[in-house]
């Protein structure tokens, strides 16, 4: 007899038993699907209406498109709404063809979230890993971006909504589908954290109506995500958003600009020398006070308006106007045996550019490099822009693409300034000495400190006259640096007005990106080094990055410099995504330490008042020398420190 028998006879009569059992019982209910979500919500998550936000919940197919999709948000009951009862406004955000590549993403747990899980943005190494809290995942590819998470640290009280926010710390491709993907995140009190709506999608139970469309997109969206390596059971939460094209953001300058070199070329605009001034100090020859005539786009002269748009939503010229601009002759030039070259600069964040080249300061930094600086008003965020700001926002919040608009006509008005400037300007009795001209127009350069090495970066990708610019304090993402700029405090007061709520505040950062887009520089970056815009040569680019900047924080200028592509030397801090090599370079983004105190906070709030850091490098002389030995036509970005740069 088999010995196997008595055992196997066992088994099969177990067997039998537990499936009659199974037959015989009731099969347990199925569990209930998740409340349903409010028409037009995204039912994810269903704490809030709008986050995950951006997502592909807001956009749709759309072929006419340059991405396939448009942005479709409902005009009423997900945006947020101001104190006065107006929400924020659709109309232009639903013509864009995706989300801003710059964005932040915005979740909302009402549950919390647990913060030590989270890593920051000066080791964002665990991004990269496939057990990563946070993960930010190209859809075709398979490959993660950087990134860090924070909840937000502006909730000041108990009971007020905090959401967790998501940044990349590269800008993303354009025109391309990511997912964001949270695992195994735990709750304010430390307990597994999935939301019901988005747990019915991972381990498909039963959905509600308002998932049941998500269900093959989001079968999809885990299965990228399993073939990263990520566990579908541990999934918190995922979503996916397609990016906007690179014309939605870059489009409205290209086209303005060949528009008015195009009059230039005609002879339809042209300038006007206003008077001639000795200079007062001992680097100045003289200030030379001019207007030159640009295409305007905007809808008046008031200094309060948008631009003049079609249907469609393209800018529209309204009139030739008056733009004035500030040259200034060094001390130099009567010592110069050689045709000076002229340097445009950017000046600070609500400063004007008259007050600033004629300072001290840039009176010292003309002479020493023996160039002519000339330069016109960021407008937008200009000295006079202070004045008028304050009111219309607080009157609407909507009232904030007067600022975006108008940063777009100041691009225009600095690229036709540098044309003018380089082919007729140049030219002019004012600049001369006797019967010689100060300038040949030959060499150019691009030199701005703090806002104007921010809106550098944008006129440096759009301009065809200057290869070579110098980014001195700059940052990108207007939606990362404004929370953690000393400068900004007044503008975070006013969004506390408008918006009491903090989740409502970041959301509306994330949802004005895409309009800080048509001039923020991390759109343009991707074009500086390689794949330029059209008409526009490859740059040569130096950044100059103050260590502990209150003003810009070093989070956005790193964003920046991963975005272009730069190399790093003598770095004395480490920045993740980042390539090194050894000077001298073509381009390269380079670190500045004063050893200010206090140092800003790594959170998404900032010092109270500036720690003095922010200005040191524009005052080094070491940094000058940086600055000589590379504008030059054949100049590059040299060591000038013998290492790390201190400063004392």
Not at 32 to 52: K, M, R, S, W
Not at 156 to 165: A, F, I, S, V
Not at 276 to 302: E, F, M, N, Q, R
Request: proline share 8%; with cysteine.
């Amino acid at each position: 007899m088999n010995a196997k028998a008595p055992l196997f006879a066992l088994a099969y009569s177990l067997a039998v038993a537990v499936a009659c059992s199974s037959a015989s019982e009731p099969a347990p209910p199925a569990a209930p699907p998740p409340p349903e979500a409010a028409a037009g919500c995204n039912p994810v998550i269903g704490d809030d209406c709008l986050t995950p936000f951006p997502s592909a919940f807001f956009e749709r197919a759309d072929s006419a498109s340059a991405t396939g999709y448009r942005v479709s948000l409902p005009a009423t009951g997900a945006l947020p709404v101001q104190a006065s009862g107006t929400a924020l406004s659709v109309e232009r955000m639903n013509r864009k063809d995706g989300f801003s590549p710059a964005t932040p993403f915005v979740a909302y747990f009402a549950a919390g979230v647990d913060k030590s899980q989270l890593f920051g943005w000066r080791d964002p190494s665990p991004s990269l890993q496939p057990a990563s809290p946070v993960q930010v995942i190209d859809y075709e590819t398979g490959e993660r971006v950087l990134a860090f998470a924070e909840v937000d640290a502006n909730v000041t009280r108990d009971g007020q909504r905090q959401g967790l926010l998501i940044h990349p710390l590269v800008r993303l491709k354009a025109g391309k589908r990511y997912i964001v993907a949270l695992v195994g995140l735990r709750d304010a009190a430390g307990l597994p954290l999935a939301p019901a709506p988005f747990r019915a999608l991972r381990d498909r139970t039963t959905l509600s109506k308002s998932l049941q469309p998500l269900a093959s997109r989001y079968e999809e969206i885990f299965g990228v995500l399993g073939k990263a390596g990520v566990d579908r059971s541990k999934l918190s939460l995922a979503w996916d958003v397609v990016t906007a094209s690179d014309k939605t953001a870059t489009g409205n300058l290209v086209k303005m600009r060949d528009d008015a070199f195009a009059a230039l070329e005609k002879g339809e605009l042209g300038y006007s020398i206003l008077a001639v001034t000795p200079g007062t100090g001992p680097h100045t020859l003289s200030v030379i006070d001019a207007t030159v005539k640009v295409p305007s786009y905007l809808a008046d002269d008031s200094g309060k308006s948008t631009m003049k748009l079609d249907a469609d939503g393209n800018p529209v010229m309204r009139a030739i106007v008056d733009v004035p601009v500030t040259i200034t002759i060094p001390k130099c030039a009567q010592m110069a045996t050689a045709p000076l070259p002229a340097v445009v600069f950017g000046h600070g964040l609500f400063g004007n550019a008259k007050s600033t080249i004629t300072g001290g300061p840039a009176q010292a930094a003309a002479d020493g490099l023996c160039t002519i600086f000339v330069a016109t008003d960021w407008i937008g965020l200009s000295s006079s822009d202070v004045q008028v700001l304050p009111d219309l926002l607080t009157a609407d919040l909507n009232n904030f693409y007067v600022i975006t608009d108008r940063l777009q006509q100041a691009q225009l008005n600095a690229l036709v300034m540098t044309r003018t400037f380089l082919t007729k300007i140049k030219d002019d009795p004012a600049l001369a000495l006797g019967a010689k001209p100060i300038t040949d127009g030959k060499a150019a350069y691009y030199f701005g400190v703090s806002n104007g090495g921010i809106q550098g970066t944008t006129f440096m990708g759009l301009t065809p006259d200057v290869v070579r610019g110098v980014l001195n304090v700059p940052g990108s993402e207007w939606s990362l640096m404004i929370y953690r700029s000393a400068d900004l405090g007044q503008f975070g007061r006013v969004l506390g007005i408008l918006l009491p709520d903090p989740l409502d505040r970041q959301i509306a950062m994330a949802y004005t990106q895409s309009e800080w887009d048509h001039t923020d520089p991390a759109s343009y970056a991707p074009h500086l080094l390689s794949d330029p815009l059209p008409g526009v040569p490859v740059k040569r680019i130096l950044v100059q990055e103050a260590i502990g900047d209150a003003q810009v924080a070093n989070v956005s200028t790193r964003v920046l410099a991963r975005t272009m592509g730069l190399t790093g030397f003598d770095l004395s801090e480490p920045v993740p995504g980042l390539a090194t090599a050894a000077a001298p370079l073509d381009s390269a983004y380079t670190q500045w330490n004063s050893h200010k105190t206090p140092l800003p906070p790594d959170d998404d709030t900032s010092l109270p008042k500036d720690n003095g850091a922010h200005d040191s490098v524009w005052a080094s002389q070491k940094a000058l020398d940086q600055i000589a030995a590379f504008c030059r036509p054949d100049g590059q970005v040299t060591s000038v420190c013998g290492g790390p740069c201190n400063l004392p």
